[in-house]
Protein backbone atom coordinates (compact mmCIF):
# COMPACT_ATOMS: atom_id res chain seq x y z
CA UNK A 1 0.00 0.00 0.00
CA UNK A 2 0.83 3.56 -0.22
CA UNK A 3 1.77 5.56 3.07
CA UNK A 4 3.37 8.04 4.29
CA UNK A 5 6.30 7.53 6.28
CA UNK A 6 10.16 8.80 8.36
CA UNK A 7 13.06 6.85 7.52
CA UNK A 8 14.89 8.35 10.31
CA UNK A 9 14.46 11.52 12.11
CA UNK A 10 15.49 15.35 10.97
CA UNK A 11 13.98 17.25 8.35
CA UNK A 12 11.60 16.55 5.37
CA UNK A 13 14.21 14.59 3.67
CA UNK A 14 13.69 11.84 6.02
CA UNK A 15 9.39 11.76 5.30
CA UNK A 16 8.87 9.38 2.26
CA UNK A 17 6.41 8.45 0.16
CA UNK A 18 6.00 5.08 -1.21
CA UNK A 19 5.04 1.65 -0.85
CA UNK A 20 4.82 -0.40 2.60
CA UNK A 21 3.19 -3.92 3.08
CA UNK A 22 -0.68 -3.58 4.29
CA UNK A 23 -0.92 -4.38 7.88
CA UNK A 24 -2.25 -7.51 9.12
CA UNK A 25 -5.71 -7.63 10.57
CA UNK A 26 -5.58 -9.47 14.12
CA UNK A 27 -8.89 -10.96 15.58
CA UNK A 28 -11.20 -8.41 17.21
CA UNK A 29 -9.80 -5.72 14.71
CA UNK A 30 -11.22 -3.57 12.13
CA UNK A 31 -9.32 -3.12 8.65
CA UNK A 32 -10.08 0.78 7.28
CA UNK A 33 -9.72 1.99 4.16
CA UNK A 34 -8.45 5.67 4.70
CA UNK A 35 -9.57 8.11 3.01
CA UNK A 36 -8.33 11.35 4.31
CA UNK A 37 -5.98 12.13 7.78
CA UNK A 38 -5.12 15.73 8.99
CA UNK A 39 -1.95 16.71 10.58
CA UNK A 40 -0.99 17.35 14.46
CA UNK A 41 1.75 19.48 15.34
CA UNK A 42 3.12 15.75 17.12
CA UNK A 43 3.63 14.79 13.74
CA UNK A 44 6.71 17.72 13.55
CA UNK A 45 7.72 16.00 16.77
CA UNK A 46 7.59 12.82 15.02
CA UNK A 47 9.74 13.64 12.46
CA UNK A 48 12.53 15.76 14.08
CA UNK A 49 13.13 13.54 16.93
CA UNK A 50 10.15 11.37 18.30
CA UNK A 51 12.14 11.64 21.38
CA UNK A 52 10.11 10.04 24.37
CA UNK A 53 7.97 8.07 22.23
CA UNK A 54 9.00 4.21 21.23
CA UNK A 55 8.78 3.54 17.69
CA UNK A 56 10.25 1.57 15.08
CA UNK A 57 11.67 2.78 11.77
CA UNK A 58 10.42 2.89 9.00
CA UNK A 59 7.08 4.70 10.73
CA UNK A 60 4.44 5.33 9.07
CA UNK A 61 3.12 8.90 10.00
CA UNK A 62 -0.67 10.56 11.05
CA UNK A 63 -2.71 10.25 14.20
CA UNK A 64 -5.99 10.67 13.11
CA UNK A 65 -7.94 9.24 9.89
CA UNK A 66 -11.08 8.26 8.32
CA UNK A 67 -12.44 6.33 5.95
CA UNK A 68 -14.31 2.97 5.25
CA UNK A 69 -14.26 0.16 7.04
CA UNK A 70 -13.00 -2.89 4.66
CA UNK A 71 -13.05 -5.99 6.71
CA UNK A 72 -14.08 -6.84 10.26
CA UNK A 73 -14.53 -10.47 12.52
CA UNK A 74 -17.18 -12.32 11.24
CA UNK A 75 -19.39 -12.17 14.67
CA UNK A 76 -18.74 -8.17 14.76
CA UNK A 77 -21.85 -6.60 15.99
CA UNK A 78 -21.69 -2.85 15.33
CA UNK A 79 -19.00 -2.32 12.80
CA UNK A 80 -20.31 -2.97 9.39
CA UNK A 81 -18.07 -3.04 5.84
CA UNK A 82 -18.93 -0.10 3.95
CA UNK A 83 -19.49 2.20 7.01
CA UNK A 84 -17.62 5.52 7.51
CA UNK A 85 -15.91 5.72 10.16
CA UNK A 86 -13.18 7.83 12.10
CA UNK A 87 -10.28 6.91 14.25
CA UNK A 88 -9.72 7.53 17.82
CA UNK A 89 -6.08 7.34 18.06
CA UNK A 90 -4.75 5.88 21.10
CA UNK A 91 -4.69 1.79 22.08
CA UNK A 92 -5.61 1.37 25.57
CA UNK A 93 -4.42 -2.12 27.34
CA UNK A 94 -7.82 -1.88 29.17
CA UNK A 95 -6.68 -4.01 32.46
CA UNK A 96 -4.19 -1.09 34.09
CA UNK A 97 -5.26 1.32 37.07
CA UNK A 98 -6.69 3.92 34.83
CA UNK A 99 -8.28 1.87 32.21
CA UNK A 100 -10.20 0.28 35.03
CA UNK A 101 -11.28 3.25 36.53
CA UNK A 102 -12.61 4.61 33.45
CA UNK A 103 -10.27 7.21 32.24
CA UNK A 104 -8.40 4.97 29.66
CA UNK A 105 -6.59 8.63 27.91
CA UNK A 106 -4.73 8.03 31.13
CA UNK A 107 -3.43 4.06 30.47
CA UNK A 108 -0.24 3.52 31.05
CA UNK A 109 0.37 1.35 27.98
CA UNK A 110 -1.54 3.75 25.68
CA UNK A 111 0.23 3.36 21.83
CA UNK A 112 -0.89 6.29 19.89
CA UNK A 113 -1.32 5.95 15.80
CA UNK A 114 1.23 7.38 14.20
CA UNK A 115 3.39 7.82 17.55
CA UNK A 116 3.94 4.45 19.60
CA UNK A 117 2.42 2.17 16.48
CA UNK A 118 1.77 2.92 12.61
CA UNK A 119 -0.59 5.65 11.81
CA UNK A 120 -3.04 6.91 9.31
CA UNK A 121 -1.09 8.65 6.39
CA UNK A 122 -1.45 5.22 4.84
CA UNK A 123 -4.15 3.31 2.32
CA UNK A 124 -5.26 1.10 4.98
CA UNK A 125 -5.11 0.59 9.23
CA UNK A 126 -6.32 -1.78 11.27
CA UNK A 127 -7.25 -1.33 14.61
CA UNK A 128 -9.46 -2.34 17.45
CA UNK A 129 -13.07 -2.37 16.92
CA UNK A 130 -13.22 0.05 19.82
CA UNK A 131 -11.31 2.46 18.16
CA UNK A 132 -13.72 3.08 15.47
CA UNK A 133 -16.15 5.60 15.00
CA UNK A 134 -19.39 6.68 12.67
CA UNK A 135 -18.70 9.92 11.10
CA UNK A 136 -21.24 12.12 11.95
CA UNK A 137 -23.91 13.07 8.51
CA UNK A 138 -22.79 16.01 7.10
CA UNK A 139 -19.35 16.02 7.28
CA UNK A 140 -16.08 14.86 4.31
CA UNK A 141 -13.22 12.55 5.68
CA UNK A 142 -11.41 15.34 6.27
CA UNK A 143 -13.31 17.19 8.39
CA UNK A 144 -14.48 13.86 10.41
CA UNK A 145 -10.56 12.71 10.74
CA UNK A 146 -10.10 16.38 12.65
CA UNK A 147 -12.69 15.54 15.48
CA UNK A 148 -11.02 11.89 16.40
CA UNK A 149 -7.77 13.95 17.84
CA UNK A 150 -8.25 18.20 17.31
CA UNK A 151 -11.65 18.05 18.61
CA UNK A 152 -11.64 15.82 21.20
CA UNK A 153 -8.62 17.69 22.77
CA UNK A 154 -9.82 20.51 23.18
CA UNK A 155 -13.38 19.14 24.03
CA UNK A 156 -11.56 17.53 27.27
CA UNK A 157 -9.49 20.59 28.11
CA UNK A 158 -13.14 22.99 28.01
CA UNK A 159 -16.03 20.94 29.46
CA UNK A 160 -14.37 18.43 31.36
CA UNK A 161 -11.22 20.17 32.92
CA UNK A 162 -11.96 23.51 32.71
CA UNK A 163 -15.70 23.09 32.92
CA UNK A 164 -16.39 25.88 30.77
CA UNK A 165 -20.16 26.68 31.40
CA UNK A 166 -22.40 28.98 28.85
CA UNK A 167 -22.76 32.46 31.07
CA UNK A 168 -18.74 32.66 31.18
CA UNK A 169 -16.02 33.99 29.00
CA UNK A 170 -12.85 31.78 27.97
CA UNK A 171 -9.54 33.48 26.42
CA UNK A 172 -8.57 31.42 23.81
CA UNK A 173 -4.72 32.07 22.92
CA UNK A 174 -3.29 31.60 19.22
CA UNK A 175 -6.54 30.95 17.43
CA UNK A 176 -4.87 30.31 13.72
CA UNK A 177 -3.94 26.45 15.54
CA UNK A 178 -6.45 23.49 14.92
CA UNK A 179 -7.00 22.60 18.77
CA UNK A 180 -7.93 26.69 19.30
CA UNK A 181 -9.94 27.13 16.46
CA UNK A 182 -11.80 23.69 17.89
CA UNK A 183 -11.87 25.34 21.22
CA UNK A 184 -13.01 28.70 19.76
CA UNK A 185 -16.20 26.90 17.95
CA UNK A 186 -17.00 24.37 20.63
CA UNK A 187 -17.21 27.32 22.88
CA UNK A 188 -18.77 29.35 21.22
CA UNK A 189 -21.62 26.13 20.55
CA UNK A 190 -22.95 26.25 24.51
CA UNK A 191 -23.07 30.24 23.90
CA UNK A 192 -20.22 30.99 26.01
CA UNK A 193 -18.08 34.53 25.44
CA UNK A 194 -15.09 34.07 23.86
CA UNK A 195 -11.92 36.22 23.51
CA UNK A 196 -9.20 34.72 20.81
CA UNK A 197 -5.57 36.44 20.03
CA UNK A 198 -2.99 36.04 17.53
CA UNK A 199 -0.28 37.68 15.84
CA UNK A 200 -1.73 37.68 12.69
CA UNK A 201 -4.85 40.24 11.95
CA UNK A 202 -6.05 37.82 9.20
CA UNK A 203 -6.64 35.19 11.45
CA UNK A 204 -8.27 37.24 14.25
CA UNK A 205 -10.36 38.54 10.89
CA UNK A 206 -11.43 34.78 10.20
CA UNK A 207 -11.81 33.86 13.98
CA UNK A 208 -14.44 36.56 14.14
CA UNK A 209 -16.32 35.37 11.20
CA UNK A 210 -16.46 32.21 12.74
CA UNK A 211 -17.91 33.37 15.69
CA UNK A 212 -15.50 34.47 18.05
CA UNK A 213 -17.04 38.02 19.88
CA UNK A 214 -13.60 39.30 20.67
CA UNK A 215 -10.18 39.43 19.05
CA UNK A 216 -6.74 40.53 20.55
CA UNK A 217 -4.25 41.20 18.28
CA UNK A 218 -1.40 40.01 20.14
CA UNK A 219 1.61 41.79 17.83
CA UNK A 220 0.23 44.94 19.21
CA UNK A 221 -1.95 44.77 22.25
CA UNK A 222 -1.25 43.47 26.11
CA UNK A 223 -3.43 40.28 25.95
CA UNK A 224 -3.67 40.62 29.61
CA UNK A 225 -4.63 44.47 30.24
CA UNK A 226 -6.86 43.91 27.34
CA UNK A 227 -8.68 40.89 28.16
CA UNK A 228 -9.44 42.75 31.87
CA UNK A 229 -10.65 45.92 29.86
CA UNK A 230 -13.59 43.52 27.73
CA UNK A 231 -14.37 41.90 30.92
CA UNK A 232 -15.16 44.96 32.66
CA UNK A 233 -11.98 44.73 35.12
CA UNK A 234 -12.97 41.23 36.34
CA UNK A 235 -10.74 39.02 34.27
CA UNK A 236 -11.49 35.94 32.14
CA UNK A 237 -13.08 32.78 33.83
CA UNK A 238 -10.90 30.37 31.39
CA UNK A 239 -7.74 30.51 29.57
CA UNK A 240 -7.51 27.64 26.91
CA UNK A 241 -3.98 27.98 25.56
CA UNK A 242 -1.12 25.91 24.02
CA UNK A 243 1.56 28.25 23.39
CA UNK A 244 3.54 27.64 26.65
CA UNK A 245 6.27 30.25 27.91
CA UNK A 246 5.47 32.89 25.49
CA UNK A 247 2.14 33.88 26.73
CA UNK A 248 2.28 31.89 29.75
CA UNK A 249 2.49 35.67 32.29
CA UNK A 250 -0.28 37.07 30.68
CA UNK A 251 -2.43 33.97 30.47
CA UNK A 252 -2.39 33.97 34.49
CA UNK A 253 -2.82 37.95 34.44
CA UNK A 254 -5.78 37.54 32.61
CA UNK A 255 -7.61 35.19 34.79
CA UNK A 256 -10.46 36.02 37.37
CA UNK A 257 -10.15 35.48 41.01
CA UNK A 258 -10.58 31.35 41.30
CA UNK A 259 -10.18 30.91 37.20
CA UNK A 260 -8.97 28.06 35.56
CA UNK A 261 -6.20 27.73 32.30
CA UNK A 262 -6.10 24.61 31.11
CA UNK A 263 -3.10 23.79 28.44
CA UNK A 264 -2.22 20.76 25.88
CA UNK A 265 0.61 22.22 24.66
CA UNK A 266 4.10 24.62 24.96
CA UNK A 267 5.38 24.74 21.16
CA UNK A 268 6.85 28.54 22.67
CA UNK A 269 8.88 26.62 25.54
CA UNK A 270 7.46 24.76 28.71
CA UNK A 271 9.81 26.75 31.40
CA UNK A 272 8.15 29.46 32.30
CA UNK A 273 7.57 31.51 35.34
CA UNK A 274 5.47 30.17 37.78
CA UNK A 275 4.00 32.76 39.38
CA UNK A 276 2.85 30.90 42.48
CA UNK A 277 2.30 34.13 44.65
CA UNK A 278 -0.84 35.15 41.68
CA UNK A 279 -1.51 31.28 41.68
CA UNK A 280 -2.13 31.10 45.43
CA UNK A 281 -3.72 34.11 46.41
CA UNK A 282 -5.91 34.60 43.52
CA UNK A 283 -6.80 30.73 43.71
CA UNK A 284 -6.36 30.33 40.20
CA UNK A 285 -6.77 26.41 38.97
CA UNK A 286 -4.31 24.43 36.22
CA UNK A 287 -5.15 22.04 34.72
CA UNK A 288 -3.06 19.51 31.94
CA UNK A 289 -4.70 17.88 29.45
CA UNK A 290 -4.09 15.87 26.33
CA UNK A 291 -6.29 14.00 23.50
CA UNK A 292 -9.55 12.76 25.50
CA UNK A 293 -11.65 9.55 26.38
CA UNK A 294 -13.51 7.19 24.02
CA UNK A 295 -16.26 8.37 26.10
CA UNK A 296 -15.61 11.80 25.22
CA UNK A 297 -15.29 11.33 21.49
CA UNK A 298 -18.55 9.92 21.57
CA UNK A 299 -20.29 12.94 23.08
CA UNK A 300 -18.52 15.20 20.73
CA UNK A 301 -19.82 13.24 17.97
CA UNK A 302 -23.34 13.62 19.24
CA UNK A 303 -22.54 17.26 19.79
CA UNK A 304 -21.84 17.31 16.37
CA UNK A 305 -24.54 15.50 14.90
CA UNK A 306 -27.02 17.83 12.58
CA UNK A 307 -24.08 19.96 11.47
CA UNK A 308 -23.54 21.98 14.35
CA UNK A 309 -19.62 21.63 14.65
CA UNK A 310 -17.65 21.69 11.06
CA UNK A 311 -13.95 21.74 11.25
CA UNK A 312 -11.88 24.19 9.68
CA UNK A 313 -9.77 22.56 6.88
CA UNK A 314 -6.99 25.12 5.77
CA UNK A 315 -6.04 23.18 2.51
CA UNK A 316 -5.82 19.69 1.28
CA UNK A 317 -2.69 18.15 -0.19
CA UNK A 318 -2.17 14.53 -1.93
CA UNK A 319 0.50 12.06 0.26
CA UNK A 320 2.63 12.97 -2.37
CA UNK A 321 2.63 16.79 -1.24
CA UNK A 322 3.49 16.18 2.52
CA UNK A 323 6.62 18.09 2.46
CA UNK A 324 4.59 21.18 1.74
CA UNK A 325 1.66 20.33 3.85
CA UNK A 326 4.75 19.95 6.56
CA UNK A 327 6.28 23.08 5.79
CA UNK A 328 3.15 25.32 6.06
CA UNK A 329 2.54 23.71 10.01
CA UNK A 330 5.68 24.10 10.52
CA UNK A 331 5.42 28.23 9.66
CA UNK A 332 1.84 28.32 11.23
CA UNK A 333 0.67 30.10 8.07
CA UNK A 334 -2.36 27.59 8.53
CA UNK A 335 -5.94 28.68 9.69
CA UNK A 336 -7.15 25.41 10.61
CA UNK A 337 -6.42 21.90 9.54
CA UNK A 338 -4.19 20.95 6.64
CA UNK A 339 -5.87 17.74 4.98
CA UNK A 340 -3.85 14.93 3.63
CA UNK A 341 -5.78 12.82 0.77
CA UNK A 342 -5.13 9.28 0.96
CA UNK A 343 -7.44 8.55 -1.23
CA UNK A 344 -10.19 10.25 -3.69
CA UNK A 345 -13.47 10.96 -1.35
ZN1 LIG B 1 -4.53 0.77 30.37
Not at 29 to 34: M, P
Not at 98 to 106: A, D, I, M, N, W
Not at 258 to 273: F, H, L
Request: proline residues 4%; negative net charge.
Amino acid sequence: MKAVFLTGHGGNEVVSVGERPDPQRGPGEVLVRIKAATLNRVDLYMRDSGAGITHTLPHIMGVDGAGIVEEVDDDERLVTPGMPVLLYPGVTCGRCEFCQRGEPVLCSAMKLLGEHRDGTLAEFVSVPAANVFPIPEGLDFAEASALGVNHLTAWRMLFTKARLRPWETVLVFGVGGGVSLAATQLAKSIGARVIVTSRDAAKLRRALELGADEAIDSSTDDVARRALELTGGRGVDVVFENVGAAVWGSALKSLVRGGRIVTCGATSGDQPGADLRRVFIRQLQIFGSTLGDPSELRELLNWCAGGRIRPVIDSHFTMDRIHDALDRLEAGAQFGKLAIEVAEA
